[in-house]
Structure formats: structure tokens, C-alpha cells
């Protein structure tokens, strides 16, 4: 089970490699590593998302300026990370996705493949979960191009994919709609 974690982090890794924002004025705030916390009114300015981070949310910016932590404030078990790079406008997302589900198939979880829209954003989605005894694992990448880059939400968790959807389904409501 473990293996699937650390395959889907892994995986993750290789989405990052591009920087994702240019040096901004947005006030952040220290946490007690080196990580630094950003409030839900920088998010547009800080990811170049049209929407906003949901209540309850938080941004962590890390060293690198295309990767951020998603922190959710009453589930300390979720685990949150958002990956913004460039990619060539011929590259085909959902084959690229399509692929990636494809290497998991040798883990032992279950995989389920979907779209999705939010407003007009499409999402390319992967959903894994696995169990052992007791223990519940579940993680869920969501891909998109936005405007000139990709998009990459990895969530993941220790518990049934049902909560994992519900967490996904209200931040991606959030941060690829508009406000009015």
C-alpha cells in the first residue's frame, strides 16, 4: 500500500519542473518549517487560477515556485499538492493521462479514469484507492490546461475515495470558477 503512495508522489514529481509565477507582493506568513502560508486572497495572483481557495483551505508555497501544499483545516489526514508547468500546445493531455493511469495498473488498486468540467475548465482525472486490513489509501490526480500551462491536484489520504471525491470536488469547484 505504501508503494501506491509513493508511486502516486512520484508521479506527481514529474510534473513540477517548470516555474509557474513570477515574483509577487502577496503577503505571506511563516509556518514553522520553511514552508510559507499564503491566504485565500492571493490565490489567483500566486497560481494564475481564476477561482479561489475554498473556506477551510490553505496554500503553502514551498522552495520551488511551481509547487504548492494544499492544507485542509480540519482534516489533518488529507494531503494537498498543486503543480503548475509549461507544456507544448501540440501535447495531448488526455493521452498523457491516459498513460499515466495505464502505469498504475500494476499497483494493486483500483483505478477509475474520468473527465470532468468545472465552468469551463476540463479535467482529465485518475482515481486510485486500495485497502489493507484496516487501512484505507486513496488519491486522486487532476489534470487541466489552463490558459498556457498544466495544471496538475494531487490529493491523497487515508480513507475511502468517497471522502477523497467530496474534498476534490469542492476545491475544483472553487478554484476553476470564476468569482462573480
Known sequence: ??????????LAGAF??????????????????????????GWTEITGLPGSLPDRWELIETELSAIWLLKHQDDP???????????????????????????FKTQSAKINRTSGKYGSVITEEIEL?????????????????????????LLTSNSDITKLE?????????V????K
Not at 129 to 153: H, P
Not at 176 to 179: S, T
Open 1 to 10: 500500500m505504501k508503494q501506491l503512495m509513493w508511486a502516486m508522489v512520484a
Open 16 to 41: 513540477s519542473s517548470f516555474s509557474a509565477r513570477a515574483a509577487t507582493d502577496i503577503p505571506i506568513s511563516p509556518d514553522n518549517g520553511n514552508n510559507q502560508h499564503i491566504s485565500a486572497s
Open 77 to 103: 489526514n488529507l494531503q494537498g499538492r498543486i503543480s503548475a508547468q509549461l507544456m507544448e500546445d501540440d501535447t495531448q493531455l488526455k493521452d498523457e493521462v491516459d498513460q499515466m493511469a495505464d502505469s
Open 129 to 153: 484507492s486500495t485497502s489493507e486490513g484496516n487501512e484505507d489509501v486513496a488519491g486522486i490526480f487532476v489534470f487541466t490546461r489552463y490558459e498556457n500551462k498544466v495544471y496538475m491536484v
Open 166 to 174: 467530496k474534498y476534490k470536488n469542492q476545491l475544483m469547484n472553487s
Open 176 to 179: 476553476f470558477l470564476a468569482q
